[in-house]
């Protein structure tokens, strides 16, 4: 007798693990017919008689206990096997979006450098959150003290509510906001 577990990564069947060269305790092996393969096959009779003679006799109960084992264990290895390839998919993507993230990185960097104006990205809680001046332009205090500070540390109450309106509006419509102030 052999024996297989079906090996499958997601619900592909990759394989299988095979146990055997094993005869069942409660059936005797038909030596005429081993006899009959070693002639048939050109095998050394005494010899191949032999090697039938070593094969390990197991009960019933031992055999699906050992398969049942097989089976979970070809199912870790299923398992294991189909999270490191959704891992390794999971991965790629990452690297792709990755790279596409740098190349609209560059994009916005290129299409900023060539834009007159100052520009500065202030969150709905008027923090600083980023900066744009072209090179030539003269900010009154460094790129990171900006950052790093609220609106309100550079404005009149009024003008931060001019602020906040504006920005709200441009959320609330998702266009741009104009606004004046002095």
């Known amino acids: 007798w052999d024996a297989a577990t079906p090996i499958f990564i997601g619900t592909r069947h990759i394989g299988n693990v ?3 060269q094993l005869f069942l305790d409660d ?6 017919r081993f006899r009959e393969q070693a002639k048939r096959y050109g095998f050394d009779e ?3 008689m032999a090697a039938v003679g ?3 006799h197991f009960s019933r109960e031992k055999i ?6 097989y089976a979970g264990f070809a199912k870790l290895l299923s398992d294991l096997s189909y999270g ?29 450098a060539v834009v007159p104006d100052m ?31 609220n609106i309100r540390d550079f404005f009149t109450r009024d003008t931060v509510r001019t602020f906040e309106n504006a920005c709200d509006a441009a959320v609330r419509e998702n266009q741009p906001s104009m606004m004046e102030y002095d």
Do not use: C
């Open 18 to 20: 095979f146990t055997g």
């Open 27 to 32: 059936e005797e092996p038909d030596h005429e």
């Open 46 to 48: 005494d010899a191949y």
């Open 54 to 56: 070593r094969v390990p």
């Open 64 to 69: 699906d206990h050992v398969m049942r084992f």
């Open 84 to 112: 490191n390839l959704k891992l390794a998919r999971a991965l790629a993507e990452r690297e792709r979006i990755e790279d596409s993230l740098r190349e609209s990185e560059a994009h916005t960097k290129a299409v900023l």
């Open 119 to 149: 520009m500065f990205l202030i969150g709905r809680d008027g923090a600083y959150r980023d900066v744009y001046a072209p090179k030539d332009a003269k900010l009154l205090v460094s790129r990171e003290e900006i950052v790093s500070r």
